[in-house]
T-cell receptor, first 112, second 116 residues
Framework: QKEVEQNSGPLSVPEGAIASLNCTYS??????FFWYRQYSGISPELIMS????GDKEDGRFTAQLNKASQYVSLLIRDSQPSDSATYLC????????????FGAGTRLAVHP | GAVVSQHPSWVICKSGTSVKIECRSL??????MFWYRQFPKQSLMLMAT?????????EQGVEKDKFLINHASLTLSTLTVTSAHPEDSSFYIC????????????FGPGTRLTVL
């Protein structure tokens, strides 16, 4: 069973702080990892993709991947109330699956 | 780039009728499209994978005769919910995979289906 796990939250952070969202996955040989943001009632929007170990930065977002620990995270710097949403971690599992498995999502609340 | 559209954005129908939802990739060719369903406060559940020119692959527990999927071209896939019932009411979202960035899926805006 291919699994992607996230803490459902809510994760509450003050405006301007760093929000740290975590995700673990079960398949050691997975190659592709994605973070999507979903506002209530709206379809998911791609935030970041990451394929190699280490950090990948895009504006206020940094994705971190550690394949040995089967762990991927998303950092949001200078959090804004508009960042309040559910963040979905998705993993493209190997072995012929060729499809994304989504975590249940972490709800982030950024308060002024 | 990488824009995916869905039509309609919402639909209300009577129990027993069929509803067709279209998913289009507007500025890229998508060899593969995916159909998801999402119930309130739950995560996305993959229903089926649709490959252009071939039969869709359905996930376990999804009735292929109830959820008919057609992927006739590299830019269009359709999902038909046949003989809809109130329990089929949900948010249906498609995604398309870009042929160049083969792992990245881009989502359509979703279709909210309400069956009375």
């Amino acid at each position: 069973q291919k699994e992607v796990e996230q803490n459902s939250g809510p994760l509450s952070v003050p405006e301007g702080a760093i929000a740290s969202l975590n995700c673990t996955y079960s398949d050691r040989v997975s190659q592709s990892f994605f973070w999507y943001r979903q506002y209530s009632g709206i379809s998911p929007e791609l935030i970041m993709s990451i394929y190699s170990n280490g950090d990948k930065e895009d504006g206020r977002f940094t994705a971190q991947l550690n394949k040995a620990s089967q762990y991927v995270s998303l950092l949001i710097r200078d959090s804004q109330p508009s960042d309040s949403a559910t963040y979905l971690c998705a993993v493209n599992f190997s072995g012929g699956y060729n499809k994304l498995i989504f975590g249940a999502g972490t709800r982030l609340a950024v308060h002024p | 780039g990488a824009v995916v559209s869905q039509h309609p954005s919402w639909v209300i129908c009577k129990s027993g009728t069929s509803v067709k939802i279209e998913c289009r990739s507007l500025d890229f060719q998508a060899t593969t499209m995916f159909w998801y369903r999402q119930f309130p406060k739950q995560s996305l559940m993959l229903m089926a994978t649709s490959n252009e020119g071939s039969k869709a692959t359905y996930e376990q527990g999804v009735e292929k005769d109830k959820f008919l999927i057609n992927h006739a071209s590299l830019t269009l896939s359709t999902l038909t919910v046949t003989s809809a019932h109130p329990e089929d009411s949900s948010f249906y979202i498609c995604s398309a995979r870009n042929r160049i960035l083969t792992d990245t899926q881009y989502f359509g805006p979703g279709t909210r289906l309400t069956v009375l």
